[in-house]
């Protein structure tokens, strides 16, 4: 049982760059998440997904797309990479939005 | 929407003394409330929570809550850390609603413990 798992781990793109992070899940969790960490500004969610093919948007979801079209994957795709998108990323399930969020270990991103 | 606030960015305290890590949150009817703990270069992981029932809540290594729900807060205690509570620490509340599926997370409070 792995958990959740991110890849890559450190990645750095040039500006205009395109890139996806990978997360997937063997808890058949329904729920995931993708969340961005900045110092001072705690984490922020991105997109969020209920189910598989459902998603929708959160707080600061401009500049990213997401896609789930099985239970245990949820990318996220940078679309046109810029400096302000530098930050760590992490995945998150859980069987609920209510129950325990499982984190994975993130991905540090670099956009020069 | 839902917003979380913790009252401080960081909280410096010796071995072995009380700590106290505060977080407040917007009203709402019903809300669920969350502890987080992330150690450098790791990801989150869950300290405790409350959904409901009472209003004191006990979770992993010895960290406590409460939720007090005419002052909107839930802040976390431990009367005793370590070294090894060292960490930063987010509150978390999901409250349903207009927020349905987002899980709202506070700044963060970076606690240092010194020997």
């Known amino acids: 049982n792995a958990g959740v798992t991110q890849t890559p781990k450190f990645q750095v793109l040039k500006t205009g760059q395109s890139m996806t992070l990978q997360c997937a899940q063997d808890?058949?969790?329904?729920?995931m998440s993708w969340y961005r960490q900045d110092p001072g500004m705690g984490l922020r969610l991105i997109h969020y997904s209920v189910g598989a093919g459902i998603t929708d948007q959160g707080e600061v979801p401009n500049g990213y797309n997401v896609s789930r079209s099985t239970t245990e994957d949820f990318p996220l795709r940078l679309l046109s990479a810029a400096p302000s998108q530098t930050s760590v990323y992490f995945c998150?399930?859980?069987?609920?939005?209510?129950?325990?969020?499982?984190f994975g270990p993130g991905t540090r991103l670099t956009v020069l | 929407a839902q917003s979380v606030t913790q009252l401080d960015s960081q909280v410096p305290v010796f071995e072995e003394a009380p700590v106290e890590l505060r977080c407040n949150y917007s009203?709402?009817?019903?809300?669920?409330l969350f502890w987080y703990v992330q150690y450098p270069n790791q990801g989150l992981q869950l300290l405790l929570k409350?959904?409901?029932?009472?209003?004191l809540v006990k979770g992993i290594n010895g960290f406590e809550a409460e939720f007090n729900k005419s002052q909107t807060s839930f802040h976390l205690r431990k009367p005793s850390v370590h070294i090894s509570d060292t960490a930063e620490y987010f509150c978390a509340a999901y409250a349903g609603g207009t927020s349905y599926g987002k899980l709202t997370f506070g700044q963060g409070t970076i606690l240092t413990v010194h020997p």
């Open positions: 409350y959904l409901s029932g009472s209003t």
């Open positions: 808890m058949n969790h329904e729920y």
């Open positions: 009203s709402s009817v019903s809300v669920y």
């Open positions: 998150a399930s859980s069987p609920q939005i209510e129950d325990t969020q499982y």
